[in-house]
C-alpha cells in the first residue's frame, strides 16, 4: 500500500541545521483585539476569539516553553492545554508565530485537522521566517492529503517546489496526493524525483514500488522497489503489504502470502491490508 505521508519530518525549527526553536522569548509587541483578522502580535483561537490572557510575564514564557517540551515529548494533548493557557497580550509577532506553530502541530497530532488549519494558516500569512513558512505549508500539504483535498495539497506543495524547497519528503507527498486521485505517471514521476534526492528512501521505493505493480505499469521493477523498501525497514506494515500486493501481481501466490501474513500481523486494524489478504488467501 502507498505509505500516508507522515508530520514526523517537520516537528519543530530544530529540525533545520543551525536553526532553534525560538522557545517563546517574551518582549513587548502588539495586543490582542476582538474580532476580525488577526493581526501582528494577535492570534485567534480554535473558536475565532482572542486567546485568554492571564499570569506575569514569567509564567507566559514559562507555559509557552513547557508546552514547547511537552511537544517533544509526544504528550500532544497535555502540550495543547499547556499551550492554550499561554497569555499572548504582550507577545511579538515572532512569539505569536511560534505559539501558533505548535498549537496547529497539536490539533494536527491529535488529528482535529480544522483546528489545525486555522493555527497554521495564521503563520504562513503572517509569519516572517522562511523555515517555519515551509514548515507550516508542508504540514498543511499533509492535512489536506489525509482529508482527500488534494488539489490543495499540490498547490501547497508545488509553491514550496518552485520557491526552490526541494526535499524527498516534499516529493513523496506530492506522489501521494497524485496516486489519491489515480494519477499514476504523475505519481511515479514524484516518488521518482525523490529517490533522485535520496536513493534509499523508503518511503519513495515503497510508493514507486506500489503504484508501479497496483497500476500493472511495471510488476518486475515495482517488485523490486517494494523488496528495497523492506530490506531497509523490515516492520513496516504498510511496506510488508506491498510486497505481499506485488507477489500477487507477479504471480507468486506463496511469497504473497507469507508477506501479507506478517503485514496483518502487524497491523491487523488497517483495513487495505485486510483487503489485499483476504483478495490473495480468501480468508477474513
Known amino acids: 500500500m502507498a505509505e ?66 511537552l511537544y517533544k515529548l509526544k504528550r500532544w494533548d497535555v502540550a495543547l492545554a499547556e499551550l492554550q493557557r499561554v497569555n499572548s497580550e504582550r507577545f511579538t509577532p515572532e512569539d505569536n508565530a511560534e505559539l501558533a506553530y505548535y498549537l496547529g502541530l497539536c490539533f494536527t497530532k491529535l488529528e482535529r485537522y480544522d483546528d489545525a488549519l486555522l493555527y497554521l494558516e495564521q503563520v504562513v500569512t503572517s509569519d516572517q521566517d522562511i523555515l517555519r513558512i ?28 518552485n520557491n526552490g524547497f526541494e526535499s524527498a519528503q516534499l516529493y513523496t507527498t506530492l506522489a501521494y496526493a497524485a496516486w489519491i486521485q489515480k494519477h499514476y505517471r504523475q505519481s511515479i514521476d514524484y516518488y521518482e ?25 511495471d510488476l518486475i521493477r515495482g517488485l523490486r522497489c517494494c523488496k528495497k523498501a523492506v530490506d531497509l525497514k523490515p516492520l513496516n506494515p504498510a511496506y510488508l503489504d506491498s510486497l505481499g500486493w506485488a507477489y500477487f501481481k507477479c504471480g507468486e501466490l506463496l511469497e504473497a502470502r507469507t508477506w501479507l501474513r506478517r503485514a496483518m500481523d502487524a497491523a491487523p486494524a488497517q483495513k487495505e491490508i485486510k483487503e489485499h489478504f483476504r483478495a490473495v488467501t480468501g480468508e477474513m
Open 4 to 69: 500516508k505521508p507522515g508530520t514526523d519530518g517537520f516537528p519543530d525549527k530544530s529540525s533545520y541545521p543551525g536553526q532553534q526553536a525560538s522557545g517563546g522569548q517574551q518582549t513587548s509587541g502588539g495586543k490582542q483585539t476582538s474580532g476580525g483578522k488577526p493581526g501582528p502580535g494577535e492570534l485567534k483561537d480554535a473558536k475565532g476569539g482572542g486567546i485568554p490572557a492571564g499570569g506575569d510575564a514569567v509564567n507566559r514564557k514559562g507555559t509557552l516553553q513547557e508546552g514547547i517540551r
Open 134 to 161: 515551509y514548515q507550516c505549508r508542508m504540514t498543511l500539504a499533509y492535512i489536506y492529503v489525509i482529508t482527500r483535498r488534494s488539489k490543495m495539497a499540490e498547490f501547497e506543495l508545488k509553491r514550496l517546489a
Open 193 to 217: 524525483k525523490a529517490l533522485d534526492l535520496d536513493e534509499n528512501n523508503a518511503t519513495a521505493l515503497n510508493g514507486l514500488g506500489f503504484v508501479l505493480v497496483d497500476a500493472d505499469i
